[in-house]
């Protein structure tokens, strides 16, 4: 399942102070920071439990702080409650800001790109989001949705990936303050299609 929460940093651009400069750092400080503890917890995990131990847990951070405290992992449960909620949290602010986006561009109904007078935020985009999260929590066992999340979301980066590509095949580039090279969008659709088409022979298989 793909990590969530560095790319939806670009879609709160309207909320951010100069972002054509703070958008990328920030993007890389996350990216960077996340990275240096993810492979700093795997790397404790192993020198303290045997990979062979960890691979056959489902819960392997719980079975981790149970072996170095001798504790129940309550505060590990309390913790991945906390991240759960976040990441629904992050969705919710996200997907009302590109519903707003789209209803501005004209690609939308004119009302999701209304913003507030009160809250200073789309609101009818975050109600409608808000009330479509609620709805699959309530039908989809949480396997089923979060599988359902990680598919759409690869192939939303392919489509991205693949629409920067075409972005730049036009010509001229007046206005544009982040530049990538042309082999960034190719290499990001081949990798993110290349995971949707392995979810898809898994499913298959199952």
Not at 35 to 46: G, N, P, Q, R
Request: aromatic share 10%; charged share 10%; hydrophobic share 55%.
């Amino acid at each position: 399942m793909p990590s969530f929460g560095f790319e939806d940093i670009v879609n709160v651009a309207e909320e951010v102070k100069q972002p054509e400069r703070n958008l990328p750092r920030a993007i890389i400080i996350a990216l960077v920071t996340a990275t240096f503890f993810y492979m700093l917890i795997a790397l404790v995990s192993i020198m303290m439990i045997s990979p062979q131990q960890l691979a056959s847990s489902d819960a392997p951070l719980a079975m981790l702080y149970q072996h170095a405290t001798g504790q129940p992992p309550t505060v590990i449960v309390f913790i991945s409650l906390a991240s759960v909620l976040n990441g629904a949290l992050i969705q919710i602010i996200m997907a009302p800001r590109v519903l707003y986006g789209m209803g501005r561009q004209g690609w939308l109904p004119a009302r999701f790109g209304m913003v507030n007078g009160l809250t200073h935020t789309p609101i009818v985009a975050t109600f409608l989001v808000g009330g479509l999260v609620l709805v699959f929590a309530l039908m989809l066992p949480l396997l089923s949705l979060a599988k359902m999340t990680s598919f759409i979301t690869l192939i939303i980066f392919s489509l991205i990936n693949l629409t920067l590509w075409r972005i730049k095949q036009r010509d001229g580039s007046e206005g544009v303050s982040f530049i990538v090279p042309l082999w960034v969008p190719i290499c990001g659709f081949i990798f993110s299609s290349a995971f949707v088409l392995f979810q898809l022979v898994h499913y298959m298989r199952a």
